[in-house]
C-alpha cells in the first residue's frame, strides 16, 4: 500500500515538471520571433518620392572592408541628345589678307598684280556727333556692303560714349583723329603724343581695339604727327580726294549733286575720299556709292591696308 502510494506521489511531480518545461519553451519562441521579424522589416529598401526603390545605404558594402565597392552606372542621355560640349555658333572672324598699302600721295595702291586696284576708301571725320546720322550712313554702307573708316575726336567721345559704341557695332572702322581736333604740326611732342594717346586710350576702353588708323586735323600733323602715330603702331594719311562737305551749309541748295560732282571730278583708281558726318553728307552718301559703282569702283575693307606707308 505504501509502495503504491509512493508511486503515485512520483507520477504526479513528473507531470508537472514537464507543464513547466513547456510553457517555458513557448516563452522562448516568442521572443526569438521578434527579432526576426524586425530584422525583416529593415532589411526592405525605402522608397523614394517617386515610388522608385532607392538602394539602401547599408546594403552596399563600404570601400576598404575587403569587399570591392559598387559604383552606380552614370545616368545615360536622353535620346537625340549629346553629352559632349557643342562649339560656339558665332563663328571664328575670317582673317582678312592685307592685300593694298597707302602710297606718299595716301592713294590705295594693290600688293600685286591681279588685285583690283579701281578701288576708293570712304572715310567720314569729327564724329560721333549724332546716333540718327551714324545709324542712316551705317544703313547706306550695309546697303552697298561697304566699309568705311569713321576718325573721331576724343572729345565727342568723352560726352557721348555710346555713340562711339554704336558705331563700333556696327562695323564702323573707328579712327584717331586727336582729342581736341587742333592743328598738331606746329605743337610739342608731348602735346601731340596726349591729343593721340588719350584718344587710342578711350577708344579701348569703348570697344576694346585701339585705333589703326590717324588722321591729323585739317590735314596739318607734321613730322611729330607721323612719329607718334608710328609709335602707336598707326597708319597715318590725309586724304587724296576731297568731297568739300565742310564747305557747304545747310542753306545751299542742291547739296547731293554738288558733292557728288566734287568728288567725282577728282576721282581716280585708289582714291582716299575725305567726308564728315553731316547731315548732307548722310542724305548724298546713297547716291554717292551709286554713282562710284556705276563707274566700276568698288569700296576697299580698311583691314586689309597695310599699316605703313611705302
Known amino acids: 500500500m505504501g509502495k503504491a502510494i509512493s508511486a ?15 510553457n517555458e519553451d513557448l516563452a522562448q519562441g516568442s521572443t526569438a520571433t521578434a527579432p526576426a521579424a524586425t530584422a ?16 539602401s545605404a547599408s546594403s552596399s558594402p563600404a570601400p576598404g572592408n575587403g569587399t570591392e565597392a559598387t559604383i552606380a552606372p552614370a545616368a545615360s542621355a536622353a535620346p537625340g541628345t549629346s553629352t559632349a560640349t557643342s ?16 602710297n606718299k600721295n595716301y ?13 576708293v576708301l570712304l572715310t567720314f571725320d569729327d ?5 540718327e546720322m551714324i545709324n542712316a550712313l551705317m544703313d547706306t554702307l550695309d546697303k552697298h556692303q561697304a566699309k568705311a573708316i569713321f576718325f573721331v575726336n576724343g572729345y565727342r567721345v568723352k560726352e557721348h560714349p555710346e ?18 581736333h587742333i592743328v598738331l604740326k606746329d605743337k610739342s611732342y608731348a602735346e601731340v603724343k596726349k591729343q593721340i594717346g588719350d584718344v587710342q586710350t578711350i577708344v579701348k576702353e569703348i570697344t ?14 607734321g613730322d611729330v604727327g607721323k612719329q607718334v602715330a608710328a609709335e602707336n603702331g598707326m597708319l ?8 568739300l562737305d565742310w564747305e557747304m551749309k545747310e542753306k545751299d541748295a542742291a547739296k547731293t549733286e554738288t558733292l557728288v560732282k566734287n568728288v567725282t571730278d577728282q576721282l581716280h583708281s585708289g582714291s582716299n575720299i575725305l567726308m564728315h558726318e553731316l547731315p548732307w553728307t548722310t542724305q548724298a552718301l546713297d547716291t554717292l556709292l551709286t554713282t562710284l559703282e556705276g563707274k566700276g569702283y568698288s569700296f576697299v575693307d580698311p583691314r586689309s591696308i597695310e599699316l605703313k606707308q611705302r
Open 8 to 22: 503515485l506521489l512520483l507520477a504526479t511531480l513528473l507531470l508537472s515538471a514537464c507543464s513547466g518545461n513547456n
Open 40 to 55: 525583416e522589416v529593415s532589411a526592405a529598401p525605402p522608397e523614394d518620392a517617386a515610388g522608385t526603390i532607392a538602394p
Open 87 to 102: 562649339p560656339s555658333s558665332e563663328p571664328a572672324a575670317a582673317e582678312i589678307p592685307l592685300l593694298y598699302h597707302m
Open 107 to 119: 592713294d590705295i595702291v594693290p600688293n600685286e598684280e591681279g588685285t583690283d586696284k579701281k578701288v
Open 127 to 131: 564724329g560721333p556727333k549724332e546716333a
Open 163 to 180: 555713340l562711339l559704341k554704336l558705331l563700333h557695332e556696327r562695323g564702323g572702322i573707328i579712327g584717331n583723329h586727336s582729342w581736341d
Open 208 to 221: 576694346g581695339e585701339a585705333p589703326a588708323f590717324f588722321r591729323p586735323p585739317h590735314g596739318a600733323g
Open 236 to 243: 597715318y594719311m590725309t586724304w587724296s580726294v576731297g568731297s
